[in-house]
Structure formats: C-alpha cells, structure tokens
C-alpha cells in the first residue's frame, strides 16, 4: 500500500505557471507507471500525463509542449510542470501509481487548479 499527497496548486492567470508535486509515502521505484489526472466540473477524470520507470512519457494532446512531468525516486516525489495555463486546464488534479496498468490502484486526495481569465 501507498499513500499519494498531492500539492501546488491554487489560483493562476492565464498564461501562467504552477508545478503540482506528488509525495508518497514509500519507494515508488516499484510503482512503474506514475501519471496525473483531472477532473473538472461535470466532466470525467481524465489522464493528464504518465511516466514510467525508465522515463519515458506520454501526454494528452491538449497539453502536450505545455506540461511536464517528471519523478524523483530518491524523492519518492512526481511532478507535473504547467506552464501557458489556459482556463480550459482549471480541474482537480490528481496523483495516481501502480504497476503495469492504467490506471494504476493508487490515488492521492487530488489539489485544485484554477485558471483565471
């Protein structure tokens, strides 16, 4: 079992930036495929970005050359760099890991992002 705790977010202008990090509670070496979620009102969560244990990454085309995320083993830490914030990218984010599937059985409480206009 692992506890995700998600944090950085809050209020930003359009335009601007924000870096959510993802702490877990132990090692994510084992959890080969981290990634980041949203949710916005009304809508269904949706897979954001995803990272696996070698590093390689895949993201959704709406945020694709504006997001990047990255892990820190040693940190037991993800991460999910957002920069040219678009109101459109106003959602609860959250973290998730897991071994081979997507998504993976781990969620962390989420942390809310809103672009303002």
């Known amino acids: 079992q692992v506890q995700l705790v998600e944090s950085g977010g809050g209020l930003v202008q359009t335009g601007g930036s924000l870096r959510l990090s993802c702490a877990a509670s132990?090692?994510?070496?084992?959890?080969?495929?981290m990634g980041w979620y949203r949710q916005a009102p009304g809508k269904q969560r949706e897979l954001v970005a995803i990272?696996?244990?070698?590093?390689?990454?895949n993201y959704a085309d709406s945020v694709k050359g504006r997001f990047t995320i990255s892990r820190d083993n040693a940190k037991n830490t993800v991460y999910l760099q957002m920069n040219s914030l678009k109101p459109e990218d106003t959602a609860v984010y959250y973290c998730?890991?897991?071994?081979?599937?997507?998504?993976?059985?781990?969620w962390g409480q989420g942390t809310q992002v809103t672009v303002s206009s």
């Open positions: 998730n890991g897991g071994v081979g599937i997507v998504p993976g059985p781990y």
């Open positions: 132990r090692s994510i070496f084992s959890l080969n495929l």
């Open positions: 990272i696996n244990s070698g590093g390689s990454t």
